[in-house]
């Protein structure tokens, strides 16, 4: 099993960057694809971005490419989600997970592991 623990969220004003970070525990992390989804208040979880276990591959949501970058440093065992030109559109909680498993990346059904939310606000 892998624990992963996000941080890094806060109120922000539109136009400014924020970045989260997902720390892992446990297995190694390194043979885990991660990605990063986020929950608004009564709308479902939406995919946002992934990174293959290699890092060797990227994706993105369409409302966040050439916004957000996703990365992570496998000597850290940590993945991060930068965030620029924030918009209001992307408050919500953003939720890391993880996955040895295969697959689009983009749906809740393709991670085995969750992290805990993180808050993000951005105001107009």
């Known amino acids: 099993q892998v624990q992963l623990a996000a941080s890094g969220g806060g109120l922000v004003q539109a136009g400014d960057s924020l970045s989260l970070s997902c720390a892992a525990s446990?297995?190694?992390?390194?043979?885990?694809?991660m990605g990063w989804f986020r929950q608004a208040p009564g709308k479902e979880r939406e995919f946002v971005a992934a990174?293959?276990?290699?890092?060797?591959?990227?994706y993105y949501a369409e409302s966040v490419k050439g916004r957000f970058t996703i990365s992570r440093d496998v000597a850290k065992n940590t993945g991060y989600l930068q965030m620029n030109s924030l918009k209001p559109a992307d408050t919500a909680v953003y939720y890391c997970?993880?996955?040895?498993?295969?697959?689009?990346?983009?749906?809740?059904?393709?991670?085995?592991?969750w992290g805990q939310g993180s808050q993000v606000t951005v105001s107009s």
């Open positions: 997970a993880a996955t040895r498993r295969a697959s689009s990346f983009r749906f809740v059904s393709d991670y085995d592991y």
């Open positions: 446990g297995r190694t992390f390194s043979s885990y694809a």
């Open positions: 990174i293959t276990w290699s890092g060797g591959s990227t």
